[in-house]
């Protein structure tokens, strides 16, 4: 059913992966300059003038790779139908959420002067959240078959 704990994990898991468009990866100080990482690309920002953001490079293979893995947590959340496809689909975007991390990683890596220096930013962390998320709903997705096989033993 829709109104199980599973939907509030993957819902979670969804926010987690959106929260990623947002906020950055890592950033580093070089030079009076700001630049970040984000999902979307790499951003520059003047320490003086907080205000201006010039976009250096646009990442659009980790961009893409970032709204699938959102959209397949969300979509999951109306697979309460059926557990066990609903599992799978689970499992396998805890790996692709993964792989989009290590990616994530790499594109830090595009940083000017490389990752010495850089810090990382919330945003890094969030993968792994939304891991957490998507193994708690695969917790909630047992629970859900042992509480109908135990229904089903009672008829």
Known sequence: MIQRIQTIW????????????????????IAN?????????LYQTEVANKATDIKIQTFLPLLITNVVVAIMCFVNIFN????S???????FTIIAIGGF????????KRLPGGMEGANFGIGAYFPAIAILFCVLAIIGINKDENLIRSAERLR
């Open 10 to 29: 993957l819902l979670l898991a969804t926010f987690a992966l959106v929260l990623m468009f947002f906020l950055p990866v890592a950033t580093k100080d």
């Open 33 to 41: 300059n700001e630049t970040a990482v984000y999902t979307n690309g």
């Open 80 to 83: 309460f139908k059926k557990r």
């Open 85 to 91: 496809a609903q599992k799978r689909v689970v499992i």
């Open 101 to 108: 991390a290590f990616w994530c990683s790499i594109f830090a």
